[in-house]
């Protein structure tokens, strides 16, 4: 079991930076990782992902916007949000991938306000 609580949620304005922090309880060394969102009365959708090789994708709404990193030695995934718009706002949800199985946080609401 991969236990992961997300923090660094809050309101931020419009063109403003965000990072999001993802704490696992283990080793993620071995975790394709990712962020995922989920706004109000919209289905979860992926942000952005990380291989355990470090090999990064996004959304295409964040490119250019949004930065997925990890520190193995930390157990921590993390999420820079530049140049954020409204359309930002959500929950965000930290999710681990291991062995055929896959984990999730509890989310961490992210609102921009215009």
């Known amino acids: 079991q991969v236990q992961l609580v997300e923090s660094g949620g809050g309101l931020v304005q419009a063109g403003g930076s965000l990072r999001l922090s993802c704490a696992a309880s283990g080793s993620i060394v071995y975790s394709a990782m990712g962020w995922y969102r989920q706004a109000p009365g919209k289905q979860r959708e992926l942000v952005a992902t990380i291989t355990t090789g470090g090999r990064t994708n996004y959304a295409d709404d964040v490119k250019g916007r949004f930065t997925i990193s990890r520190d193995n030695a930390k157990n921590t995934l993390y999420l820079r949000m530049n140049s954020m718009f409204s359309e930002d706002s959500a929950v965000y949800y930290c999710?681990?991938?291991?062995?055929?199985?896959?984990?999730w946080g509890q989310g961490t609401q992210v609102t921009v306000s215009s």
């Open positions: 999710n681990a991938s291991v062995a055929y199985k896959t984990f």
